[in-house]
Every structure is written in C-alpha cells, then in structure tokens.
C-alpha cells in the first residue's frame, strides 16, 4: 500500500476519533459516538494495512441506509443558515438532521473507500 493510503486511513482515524469525541454533548451521543467510533477503527486497521472487505461492505450499506433514514428536507437551506450563523452551534432541528445525514454518509463513503482498496491489494496478493 502506498504511503498516500497508508497517511489518508491514520489521517481519517483521528478525524473521526475526534468526531466522536464532539459527540459526548450530543442530544444522542449512546448512537453517535460508536457510530464515528467503529469508522475510526475501520480507518485504523486500513492504517496497518488489515481490511476487512465483507465487513466494510455491510457497514457501507447500513451507514447508507442510515443516512437515507434522516434524509434532509433542504440541503442548500441549511447549508445557508450555517453559512449565516458563523458558528456550530445547533440552533434547529433541521439542522441536526442535515449534521446526521451527512455525517453517515461521509462514513458510508470511506467504508466504499476501504472496501476498494482492502479488495484490490487482495486481489494483487
């Protein structure tokens, strides 16, 4: 694997250490938290080269379905009231909402990600 891989999955292991971290104070951190948790793990063993590919398939999926649970209503709305507010602070529902979905789905796109790569240095071997 390649050094790009090898920095890119450490990089993303501590981005969602950390994302799970921000969770703690969340209205739902008992979801949250193992949510960005399990990515970071994910991330960490693609890290040391160790994929598990039928395992990040199936969490791409759930992850996917997930997001589709909190499908946002209007994607440029809330993307114009964090623009406007200047910080991150949660002042709606909708934004929370928006947060969630995007949150599984970056996560279900790196598990895609790790699939990939865990199947083509399988199939090299």
């Known amino acids: 694997m390649s050094n790009f891989w090898k ?5 993303f292991s501590i981005f969602f250490l ?8 969340d209205p739902d951190p008992e979801w949250w938290v193992p949510i960005y948790l399990i990515a970071s793990a994910t ?28 499908w946002p209503d209007n994607i440029f709305g ?7 507010q200047k910080d991150l602070s949660m002042k709606t529902h909708a934004m929370e909402i928006n ?5 599984l789905l970056i996560c279900a796109i790196f598990f ?7 199947r083509s240095i399988k199939l090299r071997e």
């Open 112 to 118: 895609a990600l790790e699939a990939i790569k865990g």
């Open 43 to 70: 991330a960490g063993f693609a890290f040391f080269g160790k994929f598990n590919v039928n395992l990040l398939v199936i969490l791409t999926f759930s992850y996917l379905i997930g997001a589709v649970f909190f």
């Open 18 to 25: 950390l994302f799970g971290y921000w969770q703690i104070n």
């Open 78 to 84: 809330w993307i114009g009231q964090e623009l406007e």
């Open 7 to 11: 920095y890119f999955f450490g990089t």
């Open 99 to 103: 947060r969630e979905f995007f949150g």
